[in-house]
């Protein structure tokens, strides 16, 4: 079991940035991938960025590539999401997740957190 707990969200003006932390419980997180998802509102679910147990491997949606960056300190058991360059339409909640296998699907995530909330200004 792990449990996720997301924290950084904020307001931000255009063009700005924001660094998402997720805090988890237990002494497996350095067994698990690691995502971020979010949600805007009357949307889906999207994945925004991953990153495999030993940070080796990393995956982000083309809407982010090259803006954010998804990190790891499996020391801190905690995983980071650096946004940089935001735009207005990259407001959302935004969930950490944990998966036992690598991937960008939702459904491949086991464990979520309650979400935290990004509002961009334009």
């Known amino acids: 079991q792990v449990q996720l707990v997301e924290s950084g969200g904020g307001l931000v003006q255009a063009g700005g940035s924001l660094r998402l932390s997720c805090a988890a419980s237990?002494?497996?997180?350095?067994?698990?991938?690691m995502g971020w998802f979010r949600q805007a509102p009357g949307k889906e679910r999207e994945f925004v960025a991953a990153v495999s147990s030993t940070a080796i491997i990393t995956h982000y949606s083309d809407s982010v590539k090259g803006r954010f960056t998804i990190s790891r300190d499996n020391a801190k058991n905690t995983v980071y999401l650096q946004m940089n360059s935001l735009k207005p339409e990259d407001a959302a909640v935004y969930y950490c997740?944990?998966?036992?296998?690598?991937?960008?699907?939702?459904?491949?995530?086991?464990?979520w957190g309650q979400g935290t909330q990004v509002t961009v200004s334009s």
């Open positions: 997740a944990a998966a036992v296998r690598f991937g960008v699907e939702s459904g491949r995530y086991d464990f």
């Open positions: 237990g002494r497996t997180f350095s067994s698990y991938t």
